[in-house]
């Protein structure tokens, strides 16, 4: 089993259990893969990063949340910018290049836009979005 963050056309997210990444795919495509706050169909997978605490545990512990997401994220970038290849507006393209040709095991980063982000998902390659500081560049 596998536990995917979706997140609906409406803005909610939540978490829901799938027998394996082909199982959410196949769901999705059949349309039974709904949002159970407004029963959409139009639900995706959603930012994947490790350990951000889930929606359900807001507000009152909000900013210290925050203050520590940030700081997560800042050690997931790093962690990300030593030992991924940084492959800017080529992202998409070379992703593809990786899933198709398997011509390297290297994690790979860079930019891409949500189309480009759902059509590499529809393709079934796996991409995961994080939040990016553009303003520490540089
Ligand atoms: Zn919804």
């Known amino acids: 089993m596998i536990k995917y963050n979706l997140i609906c056309k409406c803005g909610e997210t939540f978490e ?3 027998l394996n ?3 959410f795919d196949a769901l999705r495509k059949k349309k039974l ?3 159970i706050y407004c029963g959409s169909s139009s639900v995706k997978k959603s930012v994947m ?5 889930s929606k359900s545990n ?3 512990k909000k900013n210290k949340l925050e203050k520590n997401i940030k700081e997560q994220l800042v050690g997931f970038r ?3 910018e030593k030992n991924y290849k940084n492959v800017g507006e080529n992202f ?3 992703a593809r290049s990786i899933h198709y040709d398997k011509k390297t095991s290297q ?8 189309e480009e982000t759902s059509e590499l998902l529809e393709e079934g390659i796996e991409v995961a979005s994080i939040p990016w500081d553009e303003k520490s560049e540089n």
């Open 21 to 23: 990444s082909a199982g």
């Open 58 to 60: 807001k507000i009152s």
């Open 33 to 35: 893969a709904r949002c």
């Open 107 to 114: 994690g790979i980063y860079g930019k891409a836009t949500p």
């Open 49 to 53: 990063a490790p350990n951000l605490p």
């Open 16 to 18: 829901s259990w799938f």
């Open 92 to 94: 998409t393209r070379e």
């Open 78 to 80: 790093k962690y990300i």
